[in-house]
């Protein structure tokens, strides 16, 4: 039998390593992605949460080069669904084709059985083909023909969209959005990162071949599986979950909100405060750990009323006015 000290820096080495493996992660999507580094830490967050994501921006700021970067980077399967008016539920889950030489019907597996599903521009397919995607996402399995077939793990859909295009959409219903763990904004660069974007290339950076970057695999799965091994263990005390709760209820009393945080919500919440202070080098949650995700777990799972929105109020701006006024536990 092996020694328990032994095992337990055995356990305690997987996982510093796996952590050192998900810093060289984000900086190998740093070698082809510039400034976007929230985006690249929710998710890696979201990788550790067994979550998906929501990427929102305007195009042309690297939301598919993003995510390509990131299967690049881990030593993953990954592929690639463009998501148009005509995309069949089929052509994302898979179906049933009839082989004539032994007259029977056989399982063609579709693009989502893969680790990392890059789901482009989700909002410009209809809603049977969005809600194809919802027993993936929850129940991390496809039924065809009345059969569940498990999907791999790890498993991560990871969807961009458009939010200032909206002829030719679908916006996503409230149950989808709910599915994803993180919606991630994407900002225009500033001044300075737009230059080194166009220093890059202007000294030959092609965005198609992201190996001539430098990008290399740095993780895989045993990493993934170290590290979510380590935050299970992260202490969550009493006063941090009823913190979360008391931002969540404050979004259900909100007058500013039509719908407010589910209590999924909170647990998501939760999940991703304990990811985040495992990434930055704790056993423990802080406050500080649940107001760093707050916004990118919460912002897709409340709704405003109609006349805060003319109003020019934002999810965000009622979020942050929110973890203003709830007390911080010391």
């Known amino acids: 039998m092996m020694d328990p000290t032994t095992d337990n820096a055995g356990r305690t080495g997987d996982a510093d390593a796996a952590r050192a493996a998900l810093e060289a992660l984000r900086a190998e999507i740093a070698k082809a992605v510039v400034g976007q580094d929230p985006a690249v830490t929710g998710l890696v967050v979201a990788l550790l ?15 598919t080069l993003l995510v390509r970067a990131l299967a690049s980077a881990l030593e993953l399967d990954t592929k690639r669904v463009q998501f148009t008016p005509d995309l069949m539920p089929s052509d994302v889950t898979g179906s049933l084709v009839y082989d004539a030489r032994t007259a029977e019907f056989s399982f063609q597996p579709g693009p989502v059985f893969t680790n990392l599903l890059l789901a482009d521009e989700i909002n410009r397919t209809p809603p049977k083909t969005q809600s194809s995607l919802l027993e993936a996402m929850e129940e991390r399995q496809v039924t065809v023909d009345g059969t569940p077939r498990p999907l791999p793990d790890p498993f991560l859909v990871a969807a961009t969209q458009n939010p200032v295009e909206y ?39 092609d965005p198609r071949d992201l190996r001539a970057a430098g990008v290399r695999p740095v993780a895989g799965a045993a990493d993934l599986e170290a590290a979510r091994a380590a935050i299970a263990k992260t202490t969550v005390s009493p006063e941090i979950t009823a913190y979360v709760v008391d931002i969540c209820r404050a979004t259900r009393e909100s007058p500013s909100l039509n719908l407010g945080v589910s209590p999924r ?8 405060s304990r990811a985040w202070a495992w990434l930055t080098g704790r056993d423990y949650v802080i406050p500080d750990d649940v107001k760093a995700l707050a916004l990118p777990t919460l912002r897709h799972r409340v709704q405003l009323r109609p006349e805060a929105e003319m109003e020019g109020v934002t999810a965000d701006s009622v979020i942050n006015a929110i973890l203003a006024h709830v007390p911080v536990p010391r």
């Open 167 to 205: 002829e030719g959409t679908y916006p996503l219903p409230e149950a989808q959005l709910d599915r994803f763990l993180l919606k991630l904004t994407v900002p225009l660069p500033s001044r300075q990162d737009e230059i080194d974007v166009l220093t890059r290339h202007a000294a030959g950076f």
């Open 265 to 272: 919500g909170a647990t998501a919440l939760l999940s991703t």
């Open 49 to 63: 949460c067994r979550g998906h994501v929501l990427l929102e921006g305007v195009p042309g700021v690297a939301k």
